[in-house]
């Protein structure tokens, strides 16, 4: 089992910042993808950045503009979000695989005004 707890959501105005935490326990060891994924309303969610065996990937949307990363020591996952649109306004879940299961966060609402 693992289990993966976000913070860091909140309301910011267009064009600003905010980072994501996600703080992941268990048996972490053997997760072999991390990523964030969003939700906005009325919409599927959708892949935002993902770290597979050291790659990492970016949705077309936020590339150059967020930045995911990982700390091992603290078993934490991260992603840093510039220049914010009103279009990314969302719930960002935290996302971890293994060979044979998903696990979700609880998910985090991220409001970018006009």
């Known amino acids: 089992q693992v289990q993966l707890v976000e913070s860091g959501g909140g309301l910011v105005q267009a064009g600003g910042s905010l980072r994501l935490s996600c703080a992941a326990s268990?048996?972490?060891?053997?997760?072999?993808?991390w990523g964030w994924y969003r939700q906005a309303r009325g919409k599927q969610r959708e892949l935002v950045a993902i770290i597979t065996r050291g790659i990492i990937n970016y949705a077309d949307s936020v590339g150059g503009r967020f930045t995911i990363s990982r700390d091992n020591a603290k078993n934490t996952i991260y992603l840093q979000m510039n220049s914010l649109k009103p279009e990314d306004t969302a719930v960002y879940y935290c996302h971890a695989a293994t060979s044979w299961f998903d696990y979700w966060g609880q998910g985090t609402q991220v409001t970018v005004s006009s």
């Open positions: 268990g048996n972490i060891f053997s997760i072999n993808a």
